[in-house]
């Protein structure tokens, strides 16, 4: 059974995945940042399911403007 939250927090997940591979360098320190973001998806869709919508998506929000901040940092980094 596929639930919104199931959808929402793999699409995010993928984008994320997608990200690091095409806007970083693939260091260790940048995948261990982008891992925190996965387990935040990951609880995130848990809490969905479980019936905390609004705790979900904000999990999911944080969790996104997080990987945003490491992918860009990280993109910065590569321009230099």
């Not at 969905?48 to 910065?76: D, F, Q, R």
């Amino acid at each position: 059974m596929t639930d919104l939250f199931d959808v929402l927090t793999v699409a995010c997940f993928l984008a994320l995945a997608a990200a690091f591979f095409f806007w970083t360098e693939r260091d260790t320190r940048t995948l261990l940042n982008v891992s925190f973001c996965g387990v935040a998806f990951a609880v995130a869709n848990y809490l969905g399911n479980s019936g905390w919508p609004i705790l979900a998506l904000l999990l999911i929000a944080a969790g996104a403007g997080y990987g945003w901040l490491v992918i860009t940092a990280g993109h910065e980094k590569r321009d230099r």
